[in-house]
């Protein structure tokens, strides 16, 4: 049986393993991971959603779709936020 001590970093070390191969996606580096994530955002919303870090702040990725090799972010949710479309958050990820 795990110990629940265990289970807070085991969920940390994949939810920012996750945040890795978003931002991989989002640059176009791999098309078959960002296919992945495109399906896996529509398959997930509503709930149970698909989340990533953005500056430090945990973010729904509501929608989004594909070009060409890359992911396009189509609107996201910031945690205790309305839901608003990508383009207007201004700050380039990095």
Do not use: C, H
Not at 1 to 21: C, G, L, T
Not at 37 to 45: E, G, H
């Amino acid at each position: 049986m795990e110990n629940k001590s265990d289970m807070p970093m085991v969920r940390k070390a994949q939810f920012f393993e996750y945040q890795k191969k978003t931002t991989e996606a989002l640059e176009g580096g791999n098309p078959e991971l960002a296919n992945s994530i495109d399906r896996k955002i529509k398959a997930l919303n509503p709930e149970p959603g698909v989340y990533t870090m953005i500056e430090k702040k945990r973010t729904k990725l509501l929608s989004s779709a594909m070009d060409k090799t890359r992911l396009v972010l189509k609107d996201i949710q910031f945690e205790g936020k309305k839901p608003m479309p990508f383009f207007q958050y201004q700050k380039p990820l990095s």
